[in-house]
């Protein structure tokens, strides 16, 4: 069973930062993708990062490109999000997602399996 723990949010005054973690286990894909997505009250849930484990390719949305760095320690099988220069704007719920297969939009629909998120509040 696929099994992602998201983990390093809190509270934090606008133009901080926080580094969050999504620990990946219970699988043996030999490649994969995790997304960062981000869900505030009302809202979507969108995308935020992405990174393809074998490539090392990356995405982020433009909200915050500049900001956050996705990154990855395959060892562990955990993906990383920096995040800098934090706003009100950027506080959600913060989920971390798998998918074993190509990435085509980064529509959440494309991720499978998901963890139970994070929450991420920015005080101005």
């Known amino acids: 069973e696929v099994l992602l723990v998201e983990s390093g949010g809190g509270l934090v005054q606008a133009g901080g930062s926080l580094r969050l973690s999504c620990a990946a286990s219970g699988f043996t894909f030999d490649d994969y993708a995790i997304g960062w997505f981000r869900q505030a009250p009302g809202k979507e849930r969108e995308v935020v990062s992405c990174?393809?484990?074998?490539?090392?390719?990356?995405y982020y949305a433009d909200s915050v490109t500049g900001r956050f760095n996705i990154s990855s320690d395959n060892a562990k099988n955990t993906v990383y999000l920096q995040m800098n220069s934090l706003n009100p704007e950027d506080a959600a719920v913060y989920y971390c997602a798998l998918t074993p297969f190509s990435i085509e939009t980064m529509d959440p629909g494309e991720f499978g399996y998901w963890g139970h998120g994070t929450q991420v509040t920015v005080s101005s």
């Open positions: 990174l393809v484990i074998s490539s090392g390719r990356t």
